[in-house]
């Protein structure tokens, strides 16, 4: 069974400050990890994810986000937030290589406030 | 392209009624997945049908059930509803990983249906 989780609910930061989503999993197979945002009255979107390779990825618009195996953690980090990046964020982890591996196990979720 | 896109959007409906939610994949994806909403619970996976057979299936009880098109379109169904069940259903494409390359494992998600039930 895989489990994730988000310690922080909510995570209030002033704009142009950066800020630090913390992201822990648990599973006894290796994981895929993503993280997804969430705007108001809206579905999901792939924020980005890691599969292999370099552990620290980044999406377009600034985030990155670095898997520490040993940590088990996924950690997502901005250096700079915007108002725009206000939304609920989600971390979320699949199992490696099974047919049907579209299953993701999500985390809590957090709530990124920015204030002006 | 087109999005995923889900119908209707929002539904009210009584205690003990049934209910059936839409979903039409992105052009080309064959797999699609439900998940359950709720301020309480979270994001929790429903089930996961790919070619019109379920592949995966969540923790819900057989009141929610789940089937697919030739065409890849989902519809999910609640029977006997329960207050509990008022929650934003959101449903997700996907391509398969030999097709899909850079953008493997990536889930596209709907807008999702709000369900209130009263």
């Known amino acids: ?116 | 392209k087109a999005g995923v896109t889900q119908t209707p959007r929002y539904l009210i409906k009584t205690r003990g009624q049934q209910v059936t939610l839409s979903c039409s994949p992105i052009s080309g994806h064959r797999s699609v997945s439900w998940y359950q909403q709720t301020p309480g619970q979270g994001l929790q996976f429903l089930f996961e049908y790919f070619s019109e057979t379920q592949r995966n299936k969540g923790n819900f009880p057989g009141r929610f059930s789940g089937r697919q098109f030739s065409n890849s379109r989902s519809e999910m169904n609640v029977s006997t509803l329960e207050l509990g069940d008022s929650a934003l259903y959101l449903c997700a494409s996907s391509l398969p990983p030999r097709l899909a390359g850079r953008n493997s494992y990536e889930q596209y998600f709907g807008p999702g249906t709000r369900l209130t039930v009263t």
């Open chain 1, 1 to 116: 069974a895989q489990s994730v989780t988000q310690l922080d609910s909510q995570v209030p930061v002033f704009e142009e400050a950066p800020v630090e989503l913390r992201c822990n999993y648990s599973s006894s197979v290796s994981v895929y990890l993503f993280w997804y945002v969430q705007y108001p009255n809206q579905g999901l979107q792939l924020l980005l994810k890691y599969l292999s390779g370099s552990t620290l990825v980044e999406s377009i618009n600034g985030f990155e986000a670095e898997f520490n195996k040993s940590q088990t953690s996924f950690h997502l980090r901005k250096p700079s937030v915007h108002i725009s990046d206000t939304a609920e964020y989600f971390c979320a982890v699949s199992d490696v290589g099974n047919f049907g591996n579209e299953k993701l196990t999500f985390g809590t979720g957090t709530r990124l406030t920015i204030i002006p």
